[in-house]
């Protein structure tokens, strides 16, 4: 259905290379003002995705449509892409001042040199670039670089902006500073935007859709929310982290209210999977707690186990525990809280997670 | 060893006094070489980066062959030019043989392989990502193929340079093909061969002065240019 | 019209514009004012031609190449029809390319002689030898160095002549040395080495005068050594395309009185006496 409000409109679009499909998309749309990220495994067709709709690789078939208009014929794809701005992996810069850097999409649609001048100032200011516009881009920090591609994306003032993985190689401060910067952006002036990613947290932070690409399909398209927390399969489920998924038969299911049977164990779930079905459950780490005294009184969650400690790893801020509690648990606790408890491999411990932590995926697939 | 000491005293003040044969013969040099250089550039560029730029059915083998011209002994292109504009050869009728142009044709000859190489080479190793950079900031093809080249100066400077500085020194095909005529073919380096041969060390070794500093200034710029880095 | 079309025709367009640059002056003029002279190095270098050649391109208008090469390969350009006119000294190779029919008139011009040189030392005492049959076998004989040019041009070809008559092989001796260098090259050679060598008068007078040799001359005067310049047309009944008039303009040139007069006197300034006798008319 092409609504004119509609950005972009993609339907039954394909891509093959040396033979073989590597992206097919039935339908995607994208909105005013939204920003979808799009995550996935490598290989998995996201930046396929993204030189696909800009015509910058050969689709087999298929229709990409801009606000009810086709772009993929040569003289519209033009036309489009002056429209548009793409940021890639490396800020790609050329061999002139930062100025030049920032004004050269200008320049290419001929705009004036007045408008220019003000345009790329405005775009300098903004990315914090002012004192170096006439510095060489051969002489700048990997940040600065970044920032320069930045500025000269948006000086353009595109309707829709393109990322694929623009903040893969720089420190976390900076890919902070830079991603709020763009945010900000982004939100003034209502640009639609794709983002592809490796950094979850980052799509989470900053879209109001999530895709989850594999093998060249859609395999989940919603809200960070949905994607992260009720997740469509088990391949989705382990992608966004999902570090614990038990297998298991659906007991009872009484207004949603769940048991599922694991093992030798009965375990408390919310969803809509009948009871009989086989189900996975998928449980996020973060959700899981550990003390040391049987909680039982004095939380509120439905699922507490006796639990052994296997095995920890560090990652980053986080110790990730491994749990035996007759079934396989995984959990993140703090280094305080570890030193408080004064946890160690091999101690005993209690587990504990409420009912809503616990999200059950059919074993075929559908969204619990 | 005397000779030479007397042989360069004399130079310097064949090159003090401003002696005009010797100034005519480097000036003829600069000359021809320079549209030798001019037309290898044009077609270099031009034919380079649509090699690099396009794909094609049989691309490596035609990247081979360039890259075997750039290795070309200008007496062989002498020996072939000269067949070729003989008065009883194909191209006899246009009497160029023994003529600055024919000189300039030769030259032409060694000199585009080397600037379609380095083209090539320089155009094939600008980022890959570039090309759909330029075009995702909606550049025309024209536009795109204009920056590309823009960004890819430096080494393409070097190619021409490169080009010029060997057929600035090359002596085979010069005389071959231009029969060192005086005042009208005569040009460094067959002048050099020549005075030599008659025992004039001190005008051989003015002339080689000349073409020592002619190479000497060229590659002066080359490694200013190599030293230069990329931005990122 | 598509991007490839596109650089094809602003390539071409480059190459007509580059093209036309070239001044108009170098663009090749009307044939039948092109004149090619194949002479000798030696003509070359003696400097004759610098003040011939001048006179002869105002009296008739003609643009004269002068090619210089070898004696052997002016007369393989003239058998090829590349040249128009030939200036030569290979009185025996001429005759074999007149008689295959590759010229016509060939008209006597001049004559120097050729000078056998060496160290004022003069190890095989070859001073005062009474032909330059005698000196050659004296030169083997005692084994004593002998620079040979060796690159089949007139002079070559006059000590080849020489050394047969005196009935020497002398390829592959190790006092036998060939250089494949150029007159005044070798005279160097044989300057720096304290060798005898053969050589043309007019070459070892302007070479001596720029730089003191230090070689002698120690055989002289022989009428086998005397080096006899000769101007032929190439025929252009087998050979269309030569510049007959032209070839014949100037073998008349050559030997017409002012001309020769001035033969006569060149180089008597600088050395003393002429580099070359005016032969125009004279039998054999």
Redesign the interface.
Known sequence: MNQPANVLDLKDLKVSRGGVRILEIPSFSLRENEFVSLIGPNGAGKSTLL?AI?G?IQSESGSVRHRGQEILSDASR?AF??K???V????????STVYENVA??LK??GVGRAETHDRVQNYLERFKLSDLARR???K?S?GE?RRVSLA?AFA?EPEII?FDEPFANLDAPTRQSLTEDMDRIIRDQGIAAILVTHDQSEALRLSSRVVVLNCGRVVQDGSPAAVMNAPVNEFVANFVGMETILEGVVLSNLEQQMAVRVGEHEIDAIGSPLQGEAVYCCIRPENVTVSVIDPAHTTSARNVFPARIVEISSLGPFLKLRLDCGFPLTSFVTRESFATLGLSQGGRVYASFKATSVHPISKRGRVG | MD?IL?GLVKAFQLLASLDPEVLGIAMLSLKVSG?AT??SL??GI??G??IAL?RFPGKKILVSLVNTGMGLPPVVVGLFVSILL???GPL?F????????AI?IAQSVIATPIVMGITIAAMQQL?A??R??I?????????L?W?LI??A??PLMAGVMAGFGGVISEVGASIMVG????G?TRVLTTATVME?????FDVAIALSLILLLFCFLINYVLTYIQQ????? | MN??Q??LF??LS??IL??A??PSS????V?QK?L?LATT?STQ?SGLL?VLIPMFEKQTGYFV????VGSGQAMKMGE???ADVLLVHSPEAEKAFMGQGFGVNRKLVMHNDFLLLGPASDPAKIHGAKSAAEALKKIAQSGALFLSRGDNSGTHAKEKGLWKAAGIAPEGQKWFQETG?????T??VAAEKHGYLLSDRG?YLA?NK??HLGLEILVAGEPKLLNIYHVIEVNPAK?P?VNAPGAKAFSDFMVAAPTQALISHFGTKEFGSPLFFPDAGKTE
């Open positions: 030189l800009m910058l033009l892409r002056r548009i701005a793409m890639l992996q490396e800020p790609l810069l050329f061999d050269s999409g290419i649609r060489s881009a051969r700048l990997g670089a000269r353009v393109f | 000779l007397e549209l001019l037309f044009v077609f031009g034919f980066t649509l396009t003989w008065r009883n006899g246009m009497e160029l043989l023994y003529t600055p142009s300039i980022p990502n570039l759909l950079q075009l995702a900031l909606g550049a025309t093809r024209t536009q193929v920056m823009k960004e100066r430096l029969g060192n005529v005086k009208y030599t041969g008659r025992g004039n230069r880095e990329r931005p990122r | 991007h490839l596109r650089v602003v390539t480059c190459f580059s093209a640059l070239v170098w663009s090749a003029p044939q092109n090619i190095t270098d610098d190449k002068t090619i210089s090829k029809g590349e260098l150029g007159m005044g090259e005279l160097n070459t070479l720029k730089r050979w395309k």
